[in-house]
C-alpha cells in the first residue's frame, strides 16, 4: 500500500483542518521533483511484482480455516533478512491493510534480460517458502484474492466480536482487532474515511441467485448490533459490506515497470489503460463475499466501494453546499485521463480537478495534461497525517505529494521518481487478481510485462475512449465476463500514433476527434488470440516478436507455458479461478443451492486451494501445469550471450529495430 510514515496520526478534525496545508506542500514538493527529474533517463528496463498473501489457519479436527492474524510477528521476522542486508536480499516484505496479510516483492527489480522471465515464478516459490517457515504446520500461505467467509463470525484466528458502536469502522462484521496492528496508518485511514464520510461505508454486491436463494435476498442485521444505519444502507438482493477491511482485506497483484523516461512512462501508462479491464476480466478470482456468492467475479469494485470517502454532496445525491466539487468515483477506482497528447482525443471524461492547483503546476512550466492529472489527483483530502510529518522541507520531503498520490488507488498508477534514489519514471499496472499458484502469478505478470516490450517494439496503438474503458470495467467484473463479455478495443493496433490533429492541439480535446469508428466490441479470446484476419490478437503478436528476439530454451520454454495459460484462459478452454471456485462450490455435498458458502464449503474449498498452491492436486480445467523451468540465477552462458546483444545495440543493430521490421514484412 505504498509508502508509509512512522509517527502520530492526528484526528479527523485536525487532519481535515491541515488538508489545503497537505495539498499546498504537496503540489510544491511535486513541482520540485519535477523539475529536478523531468529530463532522468535510464536506459534499463526494471521492473518487479507485488504480490499479496493471506495466512490462513486450517483447523481440520473442526473442518475449519480461518485467517490467521498474526502478520505482525511474521512480518517480523521476515524483514530481517532485509534489514541484514539492505542491498541484498532475495526478498522485500511490507505490511499490508489486514492482520491477516504480507506483501511480498523481489528483493531487488528485474532488469530487461529476456531471461529474468525466468526468474519471477523461482522467487515466488522462494517467498511462498518465506513465508511458511514462519507458521505452524496447520498454517498456509494462501495468494487468494477473497477470504470467502470474510465478516462471518469467527472468520479469523483469534476470533474477536465486532464493535458496531465505537473503534475504527463501526463495523457489523469486520472487528477491529482484524486490521493490521503494527502500523497505525490503516486503523486511522478507516477510522478518517468513515468521518469523512459522515456514516459508515456500504458496499452492495449483487447476490447470486441460485435456485433456494432466498427472494428477494435481505437480511436482518439488528441481532449483530444494528442501529438501523446498516438495514437502510444495505439493498435487496445484494450482500451488504460495511467495512473497508471487506475491500484492503483483498489481495492482489500489481506490476511496476520504470520507463526510459518521462514521456515512455506517459504512453506506457496510456497504452495499458485500455488492458486494465481485460487483464481484470482474466484474472477474475473472487466470487463470494461474507460467505455468500456473489453475480460478480471481481474484487475491485468491492474495493472501490470499502474506501469511497466521498459525501453525498460530491457523489451527487445532495447539491453542493459545502464541499467544492462533484466526484464520479471512488478514490479507489478507473483513471479518468490519459497522459500523451497522442491520447488526447480519447479523453471524453469531464475531469474534476483543482483549478487553483493547476495554475500553479502550469506557471510552473508543467504542461497542460500532468497538470491536469496531478490537479485531479488533488481534488482529494489527506486521509491521515501524522504529526510529525506536518512541516517539511518542500525541495527535499514528497511526504505530502506521496500522501495524496498513494491514497489515490487507481487501476495504473504514475510514479515520479523518488527523492535521493537511482529510480527512474514508473509506472504501475494494478488491476489484476492474484492467482493461486507461483506458476500461474507468474504467467500474469510475464504477460503484462513482456505486452509492454511489444508495445514499444511495434509501436502498437490500444487507444479507445477513456469513457469506454470504464464501461469495460464494469463489465469485467461480472460473472463469466471471460466467456460472455464484450469489449470495446481498438480494431486497428497496429496504427502508431493518434489522429494527427490530436499532437497539435496542446492538450484541449479538439471537436474534430472523429474515433467512433476506431473501436468495436470483443471478446476476450478475440482480443488475446485474435479474430481471423480482422484482428491480430495480442498473443500472436507477442509470438512474432518472440520469434526475433534472442531468448535462451528454458526461458522461451517457460515463457511459452506461461502465454499458453492465458490464451487457453481467454479462449475459456481453462477455467478463471473465480469460475472454478463457483464449480466446486455448485457440486460441494453441502452446497444447497441457496448461495452460502457454509464452513464445511469453505474448508473444503481452502484446503484444495492449499494443495493447487502447493502443487500436490492437479486442476487441469485450472492450469495445465503448476511449475515451468523456471531459475534462481540466470545461466552465466545466457548472460554472455545477452552481453553480446548489448555489443550488437551499440552498433545500432537492436533486438528492437529488428523486431519491428519484421512485423512491417509480416503485416
Ligand atoms: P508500491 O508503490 O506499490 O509500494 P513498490 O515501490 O514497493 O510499490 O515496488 C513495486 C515493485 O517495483 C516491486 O516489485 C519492486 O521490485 C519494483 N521496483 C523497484 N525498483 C524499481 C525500479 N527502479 N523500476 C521498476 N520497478 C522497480
Ligand atoms: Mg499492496
Ligand atoms: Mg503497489
Redesign the pocket.
Known amino acids: 500500500?505504498g509508502l508509509l510514515s512512522e509517527g502520530s496520526p492526528l484526528t479527523w478534525e485536525k487532519t481535515k483542518s491541515l488538508a489545503d496545508h497537505v495539498r499546498k506542500h504537496g503540489i510544491k514538493q511535486f513541482i520540485h521533483q519535477y523539475r529536478q527529474l523531468k529530463n532522468l533517463t535510464k536506459d534499463v528496463l526494471y521492473w518487479g511484482d507485488?504480490v499479496?498473501y493471506m495466512l490462513v489457519k486450517f483447523n481440520r479436527s473442526q473442518h475449519k480455516a480461518q485467517l490467521s492474524l498474526k502478520a505482525e510477528p511474521v512480518l517480523e521476522k521476515l524483514q530481517e533478512k532485509e534489514k541484514l542486508s539492505p542491498d541484498d536480499h532475495p526478498s522485500t516484505w511490507?505490511p499490508?491493510y489486514a492482520a491477516y496479510m504480507v506483501?511480498g516483492t523481489p528483493g531487488k527489480p528485474y532488469g530487461g534480460l529476456m531471461a529474468h522471465f525466468n526468474l519471477v515464478e523461482s522467487n515466488m516459490k522462494l517467498r511462498r517458502e518465506e513465508i511458511q517457515h514462519l507458521l505452524e504446520e496447520d498454517e498456509v500461505p494462501l495468494s487468494l484474492t477473497c477470504f470467502p467467509r470474510i465478516g462471518c463470525p469467527e472468520f479469523t484466528s483469534p476470533s474477536y466480536k465486532p464493535t458496531p458502536q465505537e473503534g475504527a469502522s463501526h463495523s457489523l462484521f469486520f472487528p477491529d482487532n482484524v486490521i493490521y496492528p503494527g502500523h497505525p496508518r490503516f486503523r486511522t485511514l478507516t477510522r478518517n474515511i468513515r468521518q469523512r464520510r459522515g456514516e459508515k461505508v456500504a458496499i452492495n454486491i449483487p447476490v447470486f441467485k441460485d435456485k433456494h436463494t432466498k427472494s428477494p435476498f435481505v437480511e436482518d442485521y439488528q441481532p449483530l448490533g444494528d442501529d438501523g444505519e446498516g438495514q437502510r444502507a444495505a439493498k435487496p438482493d445484494h450482500i451488504y459490506l460495511d467495512a473497508m477491511g471487506f475491500g484492503m482485506g483483498c489481495s492482489?497483484l500489481?506490476v511496476t515497470f520504470q520507463a526510459c523516461n518521462i514521456t515512455e512512462a506517459r504512453h506506457l501508462y496510456d497504452q495499458l489503460t485500455p488492458l486494465c479491464p481485460i487483464l481484470l476480466s482474466l484474472s477474475a478470482a473472487s466470487p463470494i463475499y461474507r460467505g455468500l456468492l456473489a453475480d460478480i467475479d471481481c474484487r475491485w469494485t468491492v474495493i472501490s466501494q470499502s474506501v469511497d470517502d466521498r459525501v453525498k454532496e460530491e457523489r451527487g445525491e445532495e447539491l453542493l453546499k459545502n464541499y467544492r466539487y462533484r466526484i464520479n468515483k471512488s478514490r479507489y477506482d478507473s483513471i479518468d485521463s490519459y497522459l500523451s497528447y497522442d491520447s488526447v482525443c480519447y479523453n471524453d471524461i469531464d475531469l474534476v480537478y483543482d483549478k487553483e492547483l493547476f495554475s500553479e503546476l502550469q506557471d510552473a512550466g508543467i504542461d497542460k495534461l500532468l497538470s491536469q492529472h496531478i490537479a485531479h489527483l488533488f481534488i482529494r483530502d489527506p486521509i491521515s497525517l501524522f504529526s510529525e510529518k506536518i512541516d517539511q522541507d518542500d525541495t527535499t520531503d514528497t511526504d505530502h505529494f506521496e500522501n495524496i498520490q498513494s491514497t489515490n488507488w487507481q487501476t495504473m498508477r504514475f510514479k515520479p521518481p523518488p527523492p535521493n534514489s537511482n529510480i527512474g519514471w514508473r509506472v504501475e499496472f494494478r488491476p489484476m487478481e492474484v492467482q493461486l499458484s507461483d506458476f500461474e502469478n507468474a504467467a500474469y505478470v510475464v504477460f503484462i510485462v513482456l505486452l509492454t516490450r511489444v508495445i514499444l517494439t511495434f509501436k502498437l496503438n490500444f487507444l479507445i475512449p477513456i469513457s469506454k474503458v470504464d464501461e469495460n470495467l464494469i463489465a469485467a467484473q461480472k460473472r463469466d465476463s471471460v466467456r460472455e463479455g464484450k469489449f470495446y478495443f481498438r480494431k486497428d493496433v497496429l496504427t502508431g500514433s493518434s489522429p494527427p490533429e490530436a499532437s497539435e492541439c496542446c492538450g484541449e480535446r479538439p471537436k474534430c476527434c472523429n474515433i467512433e469508428d476506431e473501436y468495436d466490441l470483443f471478446s476476450v479470446d478475440e482480443i488475446i488470440n485474435g479474430k481471423g484476419s480482422d484482428f491480430p490478437g495480442l498473443i500472436p503478436l507477442m509470438n512474432m516478436y518472440l520469434d526475433v528476439i534472442d531468448v535462451d530454451v528454458d526461458t522461451r520454454c517457460t515463457v511459452a507455458q506461461y502465454i499458453n495459460l492465458i490464451s487457453k484462459r481467454a479462449s475459456g478452454e481453462l477455467l478463471t479461478t473465480a469460475r472454478w471456485m463457483r464449480n466446486f462450490v455448485a457440486k460441494h455435498p453441502s452446497y444447497h443451492g441457496d448461495s452460502v458458502v457454509n464452513e464445511e464449503v469453505n474448508f473444503d474449498l481452502l484446503e484444495l486451494c492449499r494443495k493447487v498452491s502447493a502443487g500436490e492436486a492437479s486442476c487441469p480445467e485450472l492450469s495445465p501445469c503448476y511449475s515451468s523451468r523456471t531459475t534462481e540465477d540466470i545461466p552465466p552462458a545466457v548472460i554472455k550471450a545477452e552481453a553480446k546483444l548489448q555489443t550488437k545495440k551499440q552498433a545500432n543493430m537492436t533486438h528492437d529495430n529488428r523486431a519491428s521490421n519484421s512485423l512491417k514484412a509480416t503485416s
Open positions: 500500500m507485488e499479496e511490507r499490508e506483501e492482489c500489481q
